[in-house]
């Protein structure tokens, strides 16, 4: 639902969602099938239940002169039987799991400026908490793992996504009539990451360089930041013909990123490196 307040040249809007979602089917053969139970003398399979859950979002946006636009929403997601995924023996085969529920909570707004003479761009920023409740509810789990999942049956844990503050930003100036300047930056404030093994193990299988951009303290990755930047020119115009010529810049300052951390098979994603791209592009 949404209204409109001409006075305030405002627009307010509240939504609801009612979700269901039936589990993953990636190896739910596999992990269903009773010969896996050859691989573990300590194993425990429960069936996977399709997920449900109430999506709750309210927010506002509020224009300024024609010129700012300024975008803010709260929400919050209550979901029973969180659907996840888990590796097989630390293995490329996933397969899907559950746990009781989860909780995912936060806000999010966004500064947009239109058009203010030569400017334009935008700034944003997000906070996010999320957990996920004990005990599991589905899935198969094999040695350790599912004496874990017997013994503990109640606390919670961050969802792989709760990354509490993530900022981005981009700028656009008109030098000339022909030529623009673009400058941005994106920054998070890190995700959680479970590594089976010590600091130790971590750094002899990733070196030093991985390594220090991890809080094995807290469990979460380091933020992350990289700064970047373009510069185009249009440098012939005609009425069906246009040729463009740019260069982009990426993560200037250089920072090793770890995006998301986990194992040899569970998803390690790091960010590039300072790169430089020059495009030439004809449109007619």
């Known amino acids: 639902m ?4 001409p006075s305030l040249n405002m627009v307010v809007h509240a939504s609801f969602d009612r979700i269901f979602q039936t589990p993953s089917s990636e190896n739910i053969l596999i992990s269903s099938s009773t010969q896996i139970e050859a691989l573990s003398n300590q194993f425990l399979r429960l069936p996977v239940q399709p997920s449900m859950g109430n999506y709750y979002e309210g927010g506002l946006t509020q224009s300024f002169f024609e010129r700012i636009r300024v975008d803010a929403n709260v929400y919050r997601r209550d979901v029973r039987n969180y659907a996840d995924d888990d590796q097989l023996l630390n293995t490329g085969v996933s397969y899907p799991i559950a746990f009781d529920k989860a909780v995912i909570y936060g806000a999010e707004g966004k500064l947009e400026i239109v058009r203010l003479k030569k400017l334009s761009g ?10 996920a409740w004990l005990p599991v509810t ?15 049956e109640a606390g919670h844990f961050p969802d792989s996504q ?29 995700l959680p990451f479970e590594f089976e093994g010590t600091a130790t193990d971590a750094l002899a299988q990733y070196g030093p360089e991985v390594v220090g951009r991890l809080n094995f ?19 012939y115009k005609r009425e069906k013909v246009n040729v463009r010529l740019q260069a982009d ?14 194992g040899l098979f569970s998803g390690n994603a790091i960010g590039p490196a300072r790169s430089f791209i020059v495009r030439l592009n004809t449109s007619f």
């Open 2 to 5: 949404g209204r409109y307040l």
């Open 122 to 131: 935008f700034a944003s920023y997000s906070y996010m908490v999320g957990n």
């Open 138 to 152: 589905g899935g198969l789990f094999l040695g350790a793992d599912a004496g874990n999942a017997l013994s503990q």
């Open 162 to 190: 709760d990354q509490r503050n993530t900022v981005r930003t981009r700028f656009s100036y008109l030098l000339a009539p022909r030529i623009r300047f673009a400058a941005g930056a994106a920054y998070g404030s890190g």
């Open 217 to 235: 303290a807290r469990g979460r990755v380091r933020p992350v930041l990289a700064v970047n930047s373009s510069i185009g020119a249009d440098i």
């Open 249 to 262: 810049g990426d993560n200037l300052n250089n920072r090793l990123n770890v995006i998301d951390f986990g």
